[in-house]
């Protein structure tokens, strides 16, 4: 049996002839092999390198549907910032129906690099229903942190650099053509100068709320950021220093011994 889970995504629609040129300088991954059954899941950055918002990009016919965690208007004032003389046409879709990830379902929706393993995107008109079960939130949190992946407003915002979210692997392309904010992510990819990381973590005990310091050796180094019960145990991420983010690293969290584990 299949299973889906509706995220709190805003959907802007963009049309017009230079719509995946254009969007593909807007964005962290590589749109150019976007078609019905392969989406992207990527980045929309500031021009000092730092996420605006994580975009999920899905082809519906002559229009790109794109899902993104920011509140919608921001995100579409600071397209039409960058919208000079491209054949491009931007709306919010967000009342036409909702982007939902679905598991389990074969080779419905679309395949994106959501992290989560199996996941796809699919779009779902307003008045229909996925196939299969609906997962709720606490459902999918579990999935998502049992695999360390990290969610926009909770474990990232707009402070984060890719790096630092430890997502340039599956949301960032080192290939292909310029974007806006590419060359801070290049040059902090060359150097590895980021002074924090998102890492996952396992702990005994309740799950920490977000905020709650993260300890080394006595000393503040972090706080945790998402966390939940999976397969008895604590797990969740945590943004702490990069001292403090081997796999393996001893940390305290709520007075109690926790673990740098790995991805």
């Known amino acids: 049996m299949s299973r889906w889970f509706a995220p709190a995504l805003g959907i802007i629609e963009v049309r017009g002839r230079d719509r995946v040129t254009w969007l593909a ?68 879709a967000s009342g036409e129906g909702a982007m939902v990830f679905v598991l389990d379902a074969g080779d419905v929706g679309a395949e994106l690099m959501l992290g989560v393993e199996g996941a796809r995107a699919l779009w779902v008109p307003a008045g229909t229903t996925p196939p299969g079960d609906q997962l709720t939130g606490d459902q999918w949190e579990t999935l998502r942190l049992a695999a360390g992946v990290p969610a926009f407003g909770a474990d990232f915002d707009a402070k ?30 060359m150097r590895g100068q980021v002074h924090r990381l ?42 702490v220093k990069r001292a403090s983010a081997a796999p393996g690293a001893s940390l305290q969290i709520d007075g109690r011994a926790a673990r740098v584990v790995e991805r």
């Open 25 to 92: 300088g807007l964005i962290t991954s590589d749109l150019s092999k976007l078609g019905p059954s392969r989406g992207s899941y990527g980045l929309v950055l500031s021009k000092v390198g730092r996420i605006l918002t994580d975009a999920c990009v899905l082809v519906d016919g002559e229009r790109l549907l794109v899902g993104v965690s920011a509140p919608v208007a921001e995100l579409l004032a600071h397209l039409e910032h960058h919208l000079v003389m491209e054949d491009v046409d931007l709306a919010d």
């Open 160 to 189: 984060t650099y890719p790096q630092e979210a430890a997502l340039e692997a599956r949301a960032v392309s080192f290939e292909k053509g310029c974007y806006l904010g590419q060359e801070v992510v290049c040059r902090l990819q």
């Open 198 to 239: 998102l890492v996952p973590f396992e702990a005994d005990g309740p799950p920490p709320a977000h905020g709650v310091e993260v300890l080394a050796a006595g000393a503040p180094v972090g706080t945790v950021t998402s966390a939940t019960i999976v397969d008895g145990k604590v797990r969740g991420l945590a943004m």
